[in-house]
């Protein structure tokens, strides 16, 4: 179908704003759509479809998502006026070990932190392990990481960000825990602008994850909000709390429970404070 002018106007991103993000990033090649139900289930399509083989990293975008996933079984609320896309990486393109895949998502939140920062768009942002990242202590962006298909080798690393969209119009449940750059900014911010500082960022972070893991977590531990607060966690069903340690270098989370010293690779926060 092409498009009228009319709604070539609407789309966000515009043939220069796709070139600029070939240009000047680690992007191999970009799947740009209006609409899609999640860019991370198209990323996993196009991980299995033969004839992308060897391109990577693809980038995957759209306007608006219907059926935007989060975490376990959480929706990803997004609107008008916010960023949505995966990034699909290829072992055989990355070099990047495999034992360092799951500190790809660490990486692309800390990405997300330089990018606000370097945009002067909100005052420190930090990281709530495992993926959150937050300003003002409100949700500003989230990060699915996912395996594609059975064999192991590609990864696909969904960001959300909020960006103009308003938090006064997101789920009333949401509301007080999330708020939009455009929101800590006296100026618009602009899209392409943040796309394209996250993504050279996210190029960066696994040059040092690939380089220099330890500086990584350094900076991991710097940002990490949870280090010394009392945190609820939940891991299959069981709830343990305890104070946060900080975080390892695989990326695990460290908390010093009444029955010792535990380390998780995954869970929920339900609480800190
Ligand atoms: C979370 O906070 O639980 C993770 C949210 C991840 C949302 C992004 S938006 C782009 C990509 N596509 C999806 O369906 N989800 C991720």
């Not at 768009?121 to 962006?141: A, E, I, M, T």
């Not at 900080?246 to 009444?258: E, K, M, Q, V, W």
Request: with cysteine; net charge neutral; aromatic share 6%.
């Amino acid at each position: 179908m092409t498009l009228s002018d009319e709604d070539r106007a609407k789309r966000k991103f515009s043939p220069s704003d796709i070139d600029r993000i070939l240009t000047t990033t680690f992007i191999h090649a970009v799947d740009y759509y209006e609409t899609l139900p999640s860019t991370n289930t198209r990323a996993i399509e196009l991980a299995t479809e033969e004839q992308n083989e060897g391109k990577s990293p693809i980038l995957v975008i759209a306007d608006s998502q219907t059926a935007g996933r989060g975490r376990g079984l959480n929706r990803w609320w997004s609107s008008p006026g916010s960023l949505a896309f995966s990034v699909l990486f290829r072992s055989e393109t990355v070099q990047l070990p495999l034992k360092h895949w799951p500190q790809l998502s660490l990486a692309a939140g800390l990405a997300v932190c330089d990018a606000i920062e370097l945009l002067n768009c909100g005052p420190q942002p930090s990281l709530k392990w495992p993926n959150d990242v937050l300003v003002k202590g409100r949700k500003v962006s989230g990060i699915l990481a996912e395996v594609a298909g059975k064999q192991p080798g590609n990864l696909i690393v969904g960001i959300g960000v909020n960006v103009n969209n308003k938090s006064a119009t997101a789920p009333p449940e949401l509301r007080s825990n999330v708020i939009a750059l455009g929101e800590l900014s006296p100026n618009q911010v602009n899209l392409v602008d943040v796309l394209v500082a996250i993504l050279q960022r996210f190029d960066a972070r696994v040059h040092w994850l690939r380089s220099d893991p330890d500086a990584l977590h350094s900076e991991w531990s710097k940002r990490c909000i949870l280090t010394g607060k009392t945190v609820e966690i939940e891991v299959h069903s069981r709830r343990m709390v305890g104070v946060c340690e900080g975080i390892d270098r695989d990326g695990a989370l460290l908390l010093r429970t009444p029955s010792g010293h535990e380390r998780f690779l995954s869970g929920t926060i339900l609480s800190y404070d």
